[in-house]
């Protein structure tokens, strides 16, 4: 039987990084990022945090505390996509992108249920409870990144009182990436996009499952 909470359960974090890609799909091998921090990307952050099998933090809002700015990025590429005369020669090509630099947000979510939780306690409490005891300690499963891994913040904890959303940054994205799988658990690719997401004063609202944004 699913557990009934009896309120909701939010928590929040603030992320800055010289650099971030959040990669659009329709931009193939010399990607550019959205303007915005995808959910999946928001989600893997939480996670870098606390994690639970049964219980999930969902983005809700991010607040963009500086304005939206792109510059070029080359890196060298040393993956398994590299051509067969290229492995065999052990040279790397380069990869080039279009990324955010000097990015800040402030990032919301709830707390959701998305397995059994077998003792019978409040899993969602728990997790907000470890959410925010990590956080304020420093703790991480991983160190967090903007896209990339080696896109890592210069600050990543507890939201600070100074920091305000830039109500500059106002913009209507045609689609946007809301999530790759079906599932938070045994998943299988199948992604699915938002229509006309509205950002306004810096602020952008996730919707829940089953709701449109804009």
């Known amino acids: 039987m699913p557990f009934r909470p009896s309120?909701?359960?939010?928590?929040?974090?603030?992320?800055?990084?010289?650099?971030?890609?959040?990669?659009?799909?329709?931009?193939?091998?010399t990607p550019i990022s959205y303007p915005v921090p995808t959910v999946s990307s928001l989600t893997a952050m939480f996670e870098s945090v606390a994690r639970l099998r049964s219980a999930k933090v969902r983005p809700t809002k991010v607040e963009i505390c500086k304005p939206v700015r792109y510059e070029r990025y080359v890196t060298n590429y040393g993956g398994p996509l590299r051509k067969t005369t290229q492995i065999r020669g052990g040279n790397n090509y380069q990869l080039s992108a279009t990324i955010l630099v000097d990015v800040h947000y402030r990032v919301h979510g709830s707390v959701e249920e998305v397995g059994p939780w077998r003792n019978g306690t409040n899993h969602l409490h728990a997790l907000q409870e470890i959410f925010l005891r990590r956080l304020e300690k420093g703790q991480f499963f991983h160190t967090p990144y903007l896209g990339w891994k080696e896109f890592v913040p210069s600050y990543f904890g507890p939201?600070?009182?100074?920091?305000?959303?830039?109500?500059?940054?106002?913009?209507?994205?045609?689609?946007?990436?809301?999530?790759?799988?079906d599932r938070p658990n045994d998943t299988r690719v199948a992604p699915h996009f938002l229509r006309n997401v509205e950002v306004r004063g810096g602020v952008l609202l996730f919707q829940a499952e089953g709701t449109h944004a804009g």
């Not at 974090?13 to 890609?21: K, N, S």
């Not at 939201?159 to 799988?181: G, I, Y």
Request: proline share 13%; glycine share 2%; no cysteine.
């Open 7 to 29: 309120k909701s359960y939010e928590v929040a974090f603030e992320v800055e990084a010289p650099a971030a890609l959040f990669t659009r799909p329709d931009t193939g091998s």
């Open 159 to 181: 939201p600070r009182p100074e920091t305000k959303p830039d109500d500059s940054v106002s913009m209507v994205l045609p689609s946007l990436l809301h999530k790759v799988f």
